[in-house]
C-alpha cells in the first residue's frame, strides 16, 4: 500500500541550528501539508502545499519556517534556526486530491537542546 | 480558531468491554473525521462523517455526527488489547474546502488491559 515516508525519524540538534526535514508523499497525490505535535499535545496544522506554492500557513509558520518541493517526489520543511520550543513531532501529510483522505507519515521527531 | 474538546482525557477499561468517547466543538463543522494514533506513526483515519445525523461503522467503530453539527461520538465494542492508542476526532475549517487544513481535538488515550 502506498505510504508517506519521512526522514529522518528522529533529529537532535542544537538551538539556533538549521534542520531539513523530508518528506515523500504519495506519488499521484497533489496537496502536501505539514503538521506539528509537541510531546502530549493535539496534532496542529503548520502549513498546507499545491501547486508548487504555499496555500494556507498558520501562526506558528513564521519566517523561521520554510517549505519547498525541490522535485517531484520530495516535500521539505526547514527550520531555519532552530529553538527549544519547536522540539516536537513533525507530521507530513498527502492527499490526491481536493477532498481526499489525508495521510500521515509516520513523524520525524526533532529534539532541539 | 475553531477548537475540538474531546473528553474524557483517558480511559483504562478491559478487554470486551465497550468505549465511548467524544468530541464537542463551540462552532459548526460540516465534516467530523475520527483517526487513531498508535506509539511511532501517524494519526490514521478511523471514520469520516459528512452529513449532520450521520450514523457510520467500521467494523467494531461506529460513529455519529451530531445534529447540532458541534459535536460527535466514537464508539468501539468489544474492545481488544490493539484498540490502544490515542483517538482524535478532527475537522476541516466550517465554510471553507480546505480538507487538508484540520484542527485536531487534544484526543482521548484508550488503555485496553487483557
Known amino acids: 500500500e502506498p505510504e508517506v515516508t519521512q526522514t529522518p525519524s528522529h533529529q537532535v540538534t542544537q538551538m539556533g541550528q538549521e534542520v531539513i526535514l523530508r518528506c515523500v508523499p504519495i506519488s499521484n497525490h497533489l496537496y502536501f501539508y505539514w503538521y506539528r505535535q509537541i510531546l502530549g499535545q493535539k496534532v496542529e496544522f503548520l502549513v498546507s502545499?499545491?501547486?508548487?506554492?504555499?496555500?494556507?500557513k498558520s501562526e506558528i509558520f513564521d519566517d523561521q519556517f520554510s517549505v519547498e518541493r525541490p522535485d517531484g517526489s520530495n516535500f521539505t520543511l526547514k527550520i531555519r534556526s532552530t529553538k527549544l520550543e519547536d522540539s516536537a513531532m513533525y507530521f507530513c501529510?498527502?492527499?490526491?486530491?481536493?477532498?481526499?483522505?489525508?495521510?500521515f507519515g509516520e513523524g520525524s521527531r526533532l529534539t532541539v537542546l | 480558531g475553531q477548537q475540538l474538546n474531546q473528553s474524557p482525557q483517558s480511559m483504562f477499561i478491559q478487554e470486551g468491554e465497550d468505549v465511548s468517547m467524544n468530541c464537542t466543538s463551540s462552532s459548526i463543522f460540516n465534516t467530523w473525521l475520527w483517526y487513531k494514533q498508535e506509539p511511532g506513526e501517524g494519526p490514521v483515519l478511523l471514520i469520516a462523517l459528512y452529513k449532520a445525523g450521520e450514523l457510520t461503522s467500521n467494523g467494531r467503530l461506529t460513529a455519529q455526527f451530531g445534529i447540532t453539527r458541534k459535536d460527535s461520538f466514537l464508539n468501539i465494542s468489544a474492545s481488544i488489547p490493539s484498540d490502544v492508542g490515542i483517538y482524535f476526532c478532527?475537522?476541516?475549517?466550517?465554510?471553507?474546502?480546505?480538507?487538508?487544513?484540520?484542527?485536531f481535538g487534544q484526543g482521548t488515550i484508550l488503555t485496553v488491559h487483557p
Open positions: 501529510a498527502s492527499r490526491q486530491g481536493a477532498g481526499g483522505e489525508l495521510f
Open positions: 502545499f499545491y501547486n508548487n506554492e504555499i496555500s494556507e
Open positions: 478532527a475537522g476541516p475549517p466550517a465554510g471553507g474546502t480546505s480538507y487538508g487544513k484540520l484542527t
